[in-house]
């Protein structure tokens, strides 16, 4: 079975940093581009940071950048996310989304989400 | 940045409506759209790709069309199962982007 299980979430003080990860199972993970797409509650969904399948290119949105970094492990079939300078906008449901091809593509797994809330 | 506009916001429908969403993209970006939904305190689901693909699995009453800038997202029969919010997002380069969303109420 595909899947996508997310872990590392919880409440961090503004300023914070956090590591998010995401352990997939069912698919050849190299073989795919993988993103990290938040929703803040009762906000529609927001894309965060891509990686291409190779892990040699990676993308952020201009919200995080310089803040989040994305990785792969393909040898362990992980994807991570690490979030630094964290700030109350940031407070969201993660979710760890798996796309169609090996670059940026369309989102046909996702995970079930992890929930990071950024406050004092 | 690419930006998405969906509309409407919300809209309120009773089974067996034929239901409309529209995306439009601020530029041609081809046929890389896809349609997600979302219900509440769950993850989104991949209803269709490349603007009119129906994923695997998904109902033959969703279908998707349109190119360039303008895309439609059709449920021909609407059934208590498709109450939920649906969702554009385009790829036709990174930074991909979503559009805002429309709730699909019950009227």
């Known amino acids: 079975e595909v899947q996508l299980l997310e872990s590392g979430g919880g409440l961090v003080q503004p300023g914070g940093s956090l590591r998010l990860s995401c352990a997939a199972s069912?698919?050849?993970?190299?073989?795919?581009?993988m993103s990290w797409v938040r929703q803040a509650p009762g906000k529609g969904l927001e894309w965060v940071s891509g990686?291409?399948?190779?892990?040699?290119?990676?993308f952020y949105a201009d919200s995080v950048k310089g803040r989040f970094t994305i990785s792969r492990d393909n040898s362990k079939n992980t994807l991570s996310l690490q979030m630094d300078s964290l700030r109350a906008e940031d407070t969201a449901v993660y979710y760890c989304?798996?796309?169609?091809?090996?670059?940026?593509?369309?989102?046909?797994?996702w995970g079930q989400g992890t929930m990071v809330t950024v406050s004092s | 940045d690419i930006q998405m506009t969906q509309s409407p916001s919300t809209l309120s429908a009773s089974v067996g409506d034929r239901v409309t969403i529209s995306c439009r993209a601020s530029?041609?970006?081809?046929?890389?759209l896809a349609w997600y939904q979302q219900k509440p305190g769950k993850a989104p689901k991949l209803l269709i790709y490349?603007?009119?693909s129906l994923e695997s699995g998904v109902p033959s009453r969703f279908s998707g069309s349109g190119s360039g800038t303008e895309f439609t997202l059709t449920i021909s029969s609407l059934q208590p199962d498709d109450f939920a919010t649906y969702y554009c997002?385009?790829?036709?380069?990174?930074?991909?982007?979503f559009g805002g969303g429309t709730k699909v109420e019950i009227k």
């Open positions: 989304a798996k796309e169609m091809g090996i670059t940026y593509d369309s989102f046909d797994i």
């Open positions: 069912g698919f050849t993970f190299s073989n795919y581009a």
């Open positions: 990686i291409y399948g190779s892990g040699g290119s990676t």
């Open positions: 530029q041609s970006i081809s046929s890389w």
């Open positions: 490349k603007a009119s």
């Open positions: 997002q385009q790829y036709n380069s990174y930074l991909l982007t």
